[in-house]
Every structure is written in C-alpha cells, then in structure tokens.
C-alpha cells in the first residue's frame, strides 16, 4: 500500500519543478509539446495534488489526536479514560465499542446522505469559534444528539434488543428506533462527558502498547 503522504509530496514537487521550468524557459510554450507540458504543469498537477491534499486533510480530521489538538477540548480528551462504565463515551472508547482512533468522529458524525459533509461544516465553525469567536463556557451541540447516530452500530445487536431495560416496556424498543426517545435521556444513558466532574473520578490508564 502507497504512503498517501508520500504521493502528495511527490505532486508537488513535481509540480514545482514543472512550473519552474516553464517560467524559466517560457519559449519552449511556442511548441505543441511545450503547450502540453504547460498544461499539466500549470493546472494538471497542481489540481490532483490540491484534491490529494484535501482528501489526506479530511481524513487527518476525523482523529482523535485532531478532534482533541484544541486546548478547550483537552477535558473532553480526559473524559474518555473515566474509570467509570456510567461515562457512555468512556465505555465505549476503553472498550473498542468505537475506534479509539477515530472515536469522535465516529460518534460526533450524522450516519445518513452528505453526513460527512455536515460534520465536516459543523467541525469548520469549531475551528472559527476558536481562534476568532467568543469560546462558550459550557460547550454544547449545535443540535440535539440523534439516536440514529447510536443505532448505527447498536441496532441489531443482542445486548440492545434483549436487554432488560430496553424491553421491560415494549413501547420502549419502539420509540428508541422512531427516535422518539433518546438514549441519553435522563434515567437512560445519562452521564456523557461531565467534564464538570472530573477532579472527583478515578482515571483508566491504557496499557502502553
């Protein structure tokens, strides 16, 4: 497997090197060949390595390390290592239930048509509130969570369907697959990343791999 790095670097000095060439020695654009090599020095290579820098950005923003890089989500960070299976993030990261990796992109994204774009805009106003907006004091969604968002990997599953809470009342299941009932109700999955209460809990130390 090709190094996405790698090739991108290869596009552009490529590219310079292209470039540099036809401003140095502008005649040679009076032949056909000299046109053709204008050409992709000028847009060709320039193009696919500008989209090969998109893509390797958009990926690199959906880790964890990039998710966490801002000073104000440090806390959040901390949160995933809350010794304490009440933490839902917690659980599910210390556990593999997502990719630690990936962890809040994988839960943060919208599972439905141009959810990666949506999230991808909504993470382009966290970095503007950042470094040029006012920075909240209590960090809250833009939108309710979705339970889609949970039913994603959950749905299906047998510690879902057949667990004692969720089918004590047979309305329950239903609602929660409508989305008429979310799983961070209060009485349910309740206790998400409380940040608020950090210095009071005991911390998970990952083994050191």
């Known amino acids: 497997m090709f190094d996405e790095k790698l090739i ?14 036809v401003i140095v020695r502008p005649g040679v654009t009076m032949a056909r060949g000299g046109k053709m090599l204008a050409f992709v020095a000028l847009l060709v290579f320039p193009v696919m390595a500008g989209s090969l820098g998109t893509v390797e950005h958009l990926r690199r923003s959906t880790s964890t390390e990039f998710c966490l890089s801002c000073h104000i989500m440090e806390d959040y960070g901390k949160s995933l290592h809350v010794d304490d299976r009440e933490y839902i993030p917690a659980l599910h990261y210390q556990n593999n239930l997502v990719p630690r990796d990936h962890a809040c992109y994988t839960c943060h994204t919208d599972y439905a048509m141009f959810g990666d774009a949506r999230s991808k805009a909504r993470g382009l106003r966290h970095v503007y509130v950042n470094y040029f907006g006012t920075k909240p004091e209590t960090i809250k969604l833009y939108t309710p969570f979705s ?9 299906g599953m047998r510690a879902f369907e057949e667990g004692a809470t969720h089918t004590q009342d047979p309305t329950t299941l239903p609602k929660i697959k409508a989305n008429q009932l979310a799983c961070t109700s209060s009485g349910c999955h309740s206790t998400i990343h409380n940040v608020k209460g950090l210095k009071d809990v005991k911390l998970w130390e990952a083994p050191v791999k």
């Open 8 to 21: 991108l670097i290869g596009f552009i000095l490529i590219s310079v090197v292209l470039v540099a060439y």
């Open 147 to 155: 339970t889609r968002e949970c039913l994603h990997c959950h749905l």
